[in-house]
């Protein structure tokens, strides 16, 4: 079965400062991979999929297929990126599965 | 404006008694999911609809039923065989294989 494996629940750093969040995949055919973000009282939403390779929200994504990795950044953290992020593997069928999530705050 | 509906957005259920969560969307998607979200577990895929009139199990079917009449519903039951209903559910659509999913708001499901 696919595993996609977020190892931090909580992911807290101050206004400025580089923003990692961590996502690993099993999966032995083509990844399609993705994050979604939750932002307070807002619906889970779509931040970005590997195949786009643009930036948004200042946020990147790359997809490392040697270490099964797709970790997202953003070099200078902002409050407003404080959420919940989810990282999610289609994988080739209909059936995404999703990490358990990391919750992001930013201090000021 | 597109999108997908979820209603109610609270709900609560008595002991013993089936309740139905409405999922809508108007986004022409073939796909629809229900997933639940529980603190700390993400999200956990209940049940999946590729096409009308078929679906199929997740992989925490068990107490729930759905039904896929129509392309634009997606109703999921939450039957009196589910022990601990109390959670979060969310509704969610994509165009076809490997495309975004589209999320709806969401019902809180309670017990009374």
């Known amino acids: 079965a696919q595993r996609v494996t977020q190892p931090e629940k909580l992911l807290s750093v101050f206004k400025g400062a580089p923003v990692e969040l961590k996502c690993n995949y099993s999966y032995s055919g083509s990844p399609e991979l993705f994050w979604y973000v939750q932002y307070s009282r807002q619906r889970l939403q779509l931040l970005l999929r590997h195949i786009s390779r643009e930036s948004i929200k200042g946020f990147t994504a790359d997809l490392n297929k040697g270490e099964t990795s797709f970790h997202l950044k953003k070099p200078f953290a902002q409050e407003e990126d404080s959420a919940m992020y989810y990282c999610?593997?289609?994988?080739?069928?209909?059936?995404?599965?999703f990490g358990r999530g990391t919750s992001l705050i930013v201090h000021p | 404006d597109g999108g997908i509906t979820q209603s109610p957005k609270y709900l609560f259920r008595k002991e013993g008694q089936n309740v139905t969560l409405s999922c809508e969307q108007n986004l022409n998607h073939d796909a629809m999911y229900w997933y639940r979200q529980d603190p700390g577990q993400g999200l956990r895929l209940i049940y999946y609809?590729?096409?009308?009139?078929?679906?199929q199990k997740g992989d925490i079917a068990e107490g729930y039923s759905v039904s896929r009449e129509k392309k634009e519903s997606f109703p999921l039951t939450v039957t009196s065989a589910q022990k601990n209903p109390t959670a979060f559910y969310l509704c969610?659509?994509?165009?076809?294989?490997?495309?975004?999913?589209?999320f709806g708001d969401g019902t809180r499901l309670s017990i009374l």
């Open positions: 969610a659509s994509s165009a076809y294989r490997e495309q975004p999913q589209h």
């Open positions: 609809s590729q096409i009308v009139n078929d679906f």
């Open positions: 999610a593997n289609t994988g080739g069928s209909y059936i995404p599965t």
